[in-house]
């Protein structure tokens, strides 16, 4: 059900922008670009590697009906410094989009692949949860791999390009 996010219609520049402090709010068929600041601690390994950088997200609700109102994301860029980042993990998985969520709060769920208790995972399988508070804009992030962590992420994120 992954939807390739490129064939929706962009958010064109003479649309307004969110004010600072406004909380995100997605719209049904109208992608939303966020672009974050954030500091990713790779553990995996005993090995705490630390990067810095930006990440830009596409964000695009399919069905504001549902609940949780559901849709996909997708990577559309990550400093290359930023190694540590879910957007240099994330991209190829992500590609063609990942599922989101809106949860009851508003807050939204970003997964890759796919939705999936913590519990549920087998060995060495790999699980990204992040979660962008709608008021805020602050992203945090937990990649696992089977019941272990593999990488932190934590940011804060601005609507526009």
Known sequence: M???LAAAAPVRAEDPAPE?????KLEAARPVEITCQTKSVVVK??????TTGALKLTLLL????????????????VDEKHTGSLGQREAKT???????S?????????????PKAFDKLSG??????AVIKSKSLDLRATT?????IESLEEGTCRSGP
């Open 2 to 4: 992954l939807v390739a």
């Open 20 to 24: 600072a402090g406004t909380a995100l």
């Open 45 to 50: 390994e005993n090995a705490a590697n630390a």
């Open 62 to 77: 399919k069905d504001a009906a549902s609940r949780p109102a559901k849709g996909a994301w997708r990577i559309a860029s």
């Open 94 to 100: 992500c590609a063609e989009g990942c599922p989101l």
């Open 102 to 114: 809106v949860a009851a709060d508003g807050n939204i769920e970003l997964w890759s692949p796919a």
């Open 124 to 129: 060495g399988e790999m699980l990204l949860l």
């Open 144 to 148: 696992f791999s089977g019941k272990e």
